[in-house]
């Protein structure tokens, strides 16, 4: 084996992303004890910064999983649905999909609510659904990574609430990209991990968990030990994690958390965002044939599917990604399943556009203006 033939490319795939050189050079910083004050000085301001993000207040706590975001998302399953209750799992697309499987192999009791693919929730079938299972909990994606639609987190909260039930939402692939405004979302649960849009290595599930979801937990059985938000929580409050932590990852998320905050600014993080989704929907507007999967209103602000022309398949796809390998870059030829489905049923397949992180608007303009060519071969 020789690391020389480990490749530099810049990835526009939707996770992980692109890892600016200060964060790697923080990779080189020195390890620490997880029970040591050293870990209070790295964690403490992680934790405020996150919540920060999040436009969370008071009424929340962050708990920092070892894993990724997967970790946390089950976390919330394994604690908050108890046995004799039911959980409703609302998907629009692969990750909707995991979030239900999660549910059916720890044994919950799990109904599954599916859209189509490039569909947001439909409120007036969420609401039958709603009716029909009573469940105590209802799951959903806030950003869709598979199909680039972004979901109206606070009208979908609101609707499961005014039917009792708890919203639990993976926000993986949007946290640190656009703003959250946890305190009015009206979400009971907010999962993310750290190597998407906040543009770390993956390592770490992020969950914010509100006051009822903690005191719900409390009375659920069998939540397992990693699972365990309650168990999370003993360690959180002191600015730990349950089990030890990644030190070069948190050094790394420490110097970024601080970078986002006080150098770049939340708010100036997330007008980048959306300028660069901009320059995404003006590229695809620039290609015939091409077209936005998401409707309007429900675009995401992170990543975009794109509609390729018929007759394009997969296959050419991958012949664009092999050719963005020889310019230095990583392509995404869209979610593999979702694509392998569509061009068996003989439907125009997809490519996405990850814009999320820290590429910047000129990285993007670059790699736009490289990926052009390739698409119109
Ligand atoms: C990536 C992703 C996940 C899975 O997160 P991991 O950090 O890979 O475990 C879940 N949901 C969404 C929307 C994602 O984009």
Same mark, same amino acid.
């Given at each position: ?293 998401? /409707?309007?209103?429900?675009?995401? /602000? ?76």
């Amino acid at each position: 084996m020789s690391i020389q033939d480990f490749a530099e490319l810049q990835l526009f795939i939707t996770g992980p992303t692109f890892i600016r050189p200060e964060i790697r050079e923080a990779g080189m910083l020195p390890e620490f004890g997880h029970r040591d004050s050293e870990n209070n000085k790295r964690f403490g301001p992680i934790m405020s910064g996150l919540k920060q993000l999040a436009g969370a207040g008071e009424n929340w706590r962050v708990i920092i999983f070892n894993g990724s975001g997967s970790n946390a998302m089950e976390a919330t399953v394994r604690s908050l649905v108890a046995d004799d209750e039911t959980v409703l799992n609302v998907s629009v697309g692969a990750f909707g999909d995991l979030y239900h499987k999660m549910a059916v192999v720890n044994g919950k009791k799990a109904v599954q609510l599916k859209f189509a693919p490039g569909e947001a929730i439909d409120l007036a079938k969420l609401e039958a659904a709603l009716v029909e299972h009573k469940p105590s909990c209802v799951t959903f994606t806030h950003n869709e990574t598979s199909t680039g639609v972004m979901n109206d987190m606070k009208a979908v909260c609101a609707l499961i609430r005014k039917h009792g039930a708890l919203p639990l939402v993976d926000g993986v692939s949007i946290f640190g990209g656009a703003a959250i405004d946890l305190d009015n979302s009206g979400a009971a649960t907010y999962a993310t991990s750290t190597q998407k849009s906040l543009a770390l290595p993956a390592g770490f599930g992020i969950l914010f968990v509100n006051a009822e979801a903690i005191e719900k937990a409390k009375g659920v059985k069998n939540k397992g030990f990693a699972t365990d938000i309650v168990a999370q929580l003993g360690r959180a409050e002191k600015s730990q994690t349950l089990t030890t932590p990644n030190t070069t990852l948190a050094n790394q998320m420490a110097v970024q958390i601080d970078h986002i905050v006080t150098e770049e600014g939340i708010a100036n993080r997330f007008a980048r965002h959306l300028k660069m989704q901009g320059m995404v929907h003006e590229f695809v507007g620039s290609l015939p044939g091409f077209e936005l999967l998401a /409707p309007e209103g429900h675009r995401s /602000p992170t990543v975009t599917a794109v509609r390729v022309p018929a007759g394009m398949t997969v296959a050419a796809l991958k012949k664009v990604k092999e050719a963005m390998r020889a310019k230095g870059y990583l392509f995404d030829p869209g979610y593999g399943k979702l694509n392998t489905d569509l061009e068996e049923k003989g439907q125009r397949v997809l490519l996405r556009l990850g814009h999320m992180g820290d590429v910047t608007p000129d990285m993007l303009a670059a790699y736009l203006e490289a990926l052009k060519p390739e698409l119109l071969k």
